[in-house]
């Protein structure tokens, strides 16, 4: 494998663990462990797994003034989503845009009391923090914390499996984030994830990263799970991977995220518009757009993939779209897809056609998630 990729703080344990390394984003990572993909998939969604997603970006941003309201007031400048009536200890998710109305990269933002922390993603961190600190330096303390680890528990048995070891864990609720400590290393702990599971992210520093990991894989029920079945979990339950379903060529409502973009900063709202775009997302949102991101459930059991275009019909006369994602999905016992099609054809159960080696696929538009969500509200 390339000198030039980076290695997480847990890639020596991943080794250890037997995990098949693989590039992604510049980083090795482990795509699955031996138990293989299918069996993580279905252990994940039964008991618990544990992901190394330490690639991903940790940024934190503090108001010069000392009032992390006005680092929320500052960020709200380049997200469209209300960060300044997020209370301390929560999360919530969001979109970068930019000028056309694209999306830069999503991402999540916490309020932990003192200032913000952001994680984004791992493709996009440089570019994420080099946007941030030129737009918000002269009021905001921008640091990057890429050194520091990040795991994810996720599953239903993840409570009973972290709280013999982080008793407060018992009382996060979904989007609930504290600061803390695990195996006596001080955590960062928010309950979520990106497998429609219930679950935690934690941060830590990178030197006590193992630690923390070897910690949790110690208690029942909980097995080391790769980015293959990241992959199908997050797609079964409906989530965006950035590059493939979003990118700067989709704006959050093409992309069905106008749920991210909160009352106070939709049209009529008390900070209406102000970030990147807003004049082309508002405008989308008051008229309806040409395209809209759809789930699609295909027949059969082939897969239909990333890049597949899309037709109205099975003579392929007429394509209306493209898929974006798409994989079997163990726990749905079916191939699942997600795309982009002519909003004509968006409604739930309409017929749309794949064309996949020749033929064309019947497929139908399906609501998602795929799979019910677990988050304890």
């Not at 940024?59 to 680092?71: E, M, Y």
């Not at 029942?220 to 409906?238: K, N, W, Y």
């Amino acid at each position: 494998m390339s000198d030039s990729l980076q290695r997480t703080p847990l890639y020596d344990l991943n080794l250890e663990l037997g995990a098949k390394m693989v590039p992604f984003a510049g980083f090795e990572m482990p795509i699955q462990f031996p138990a293989g993909l299918m069996a993580e998939h279905l252990h994940t969604r039964e008991k618990a797994g544990l992901f190394d997603v330490s690639h991903m970006g940790q940024i934190r941003i503090a108001a010069k003034s000392g009032d992390v309201k006005d680092a929320a007031a500052a960020l709200e400048t380049l997200v469209p989503a209300d960060y300044v009536g997020l209370a301390a200890g929560r999360q919530r998710y969001g979109l970068l845009t930019n000028d056309e109305g694209g999306i830069l990269d999503d991402l999540m933002v916490a309020n932990m009391g003192h200032d913000l922390l952001v994680v984004v993603n791992a493709g996009c961190k440089v570019q994420d923090a080099d946007r941030i600190e030129k737009a918000l330096s002269d009021r905001c303390v921008v640091t990057r914390q890429f050194d520091r680890g990040l795991m994810a528990l996720q599953g239903p048995a993840a409570e009973a499996a972290l709280a013999p070891l982080c008793p407060a864990v018992k009382d996060m609720r979904f989007m609930d984030v504290i600061e803390t400590e695990l195996a006596g290393v001080k955590v960062t702990v928010s309950r979520s994830g990106y497998t429609g599971e219930d679950g935690f992210e934690i941060g830590c520093a990178g030197a006590d990263s193992e630690k923390v990991a070897r910690a949790i894989l110690g208690q029942p029920d909980v097995l080391p799970i790769g980015l293959g079945a990241r992959d199908s979990l997050r797609l079964e339950a409906g989530l965006c991977l950035y590059g493939n379903d979003i990118d700067v060529t989709t704006t959050p409502v093409e992309a069905s995220l106008g749920w991210a973009i909160q009352k106070a900063r939709r049209e009529g709202g008390s900070r209406e518009g102000g970030y990147p775009g807003a004049e082309v997302v508002l405008k989308q949102t008051r008229d309806g757009v040409e395209r809209k991101r759809v789930g699609l459930l295909a027949e059969g059991r082939a897969p239909v993939r990333a890049g597949a275009k899309l037709f109205a019909d099975a003579e392929g006369q007429k394509e209306i779209g493209v898929v974006t994602s798409g994989a079997f999905g163990p726990s749905v016992k079916a191939p699942v897809a997600m795309g982009y099609v002519a909003s004509d054809h968006a409604a739930v159960d309409t017929p749309v056609f794949a064309e996949l080696r020749g033929r064309y696929v019947p497929l139908h538009v399906r609501a998602m998630p795929f799979v019910a969500p677990g988050f304890k509200r």
